[in-house]
C-alpha cells in the first residue's frame, strides 16, 4: 500500500501561484511514476500531469503546459506541482495518485493510489 497525502491547495486570484506538495508513505517512493488529476464540478477527472520514477521525462496536459511544472525528490518521498498564471478555469480539486510499473500513462484509472485531494480555487 502507498499512502499519498496531498497539500498546499487554497484560494488565489487569476495570474497568481500555488504550489501542490503530495507526500508519499509505505511503499518505495522511487518505485512508482507520480500523476497529478483534477476534477471540478460536474466535470469527469481529467489528466494534469506526470513524472517518471527518476523525474527526468514528464508529460503535461495542453490546458497547463508553460503555467505546470511538475518535480519529485524521492528522498522525500515528495511530488510537486509548481502551478503559475493560475485561470478560473483551473479551479478544481487537484489529486495525486502513483501507478506502478514503466511507462508513463494520462488515464487515471491506470493509477494505483490516490490521495484524498486539495482544492484549488481560483478567483478574482
Known amino acids: 500500500q502507498v499512502q499519498l497525502v496531498e497539500s498546499g491547495g487554497g484560494s488565489v486570484q487569476p495570474g497568481g501561484s500555488l504550489r501542490l506538495s503530495c507526500a508519499a508513505s509505505g511503499r518505495t517512493f522511487s518505485n512508482y511514476i507520480m500523476g497529478w488529476f483534477r476534477q471540478a464540478p460536474g466535470k469527469e477527472r481529467e489528466f494534469v500531469t506526470n513524472i517518471r520514477r527518476t523525474g527526468i521525462a514528464t508529460e503535461f496536459a495542453d490546458s497547463v503546459r508553460g503555467r505546470f511544472f511538475v518535480s519529485r525528490d524521492n528522498a522525500k518521498s515528495t511530488v510537486y506541482l509548481q502551478m503559475n498564471s493560475l485561470k478560473p478555469e483551473d479551479t478544481a480539486v487537484y489529486y495525486c495518485?502513483?501507478?506502478?510499473?514503466?511507462?508513463?500513462?494520462?488515464?487515471?484509472?491506470?493509477?494505483?493510489?490516490w490521495g484524498q485531494g486539495t482544492q484549488v480555487t481560483v478567483s478574482s
Open positions: 495518485a502513483a501507478r506502478s510499473g514503466w511507462t508513463l500513462s494520462r488515464v487515471w484509472d491506470e493509477y494505483d493510489y
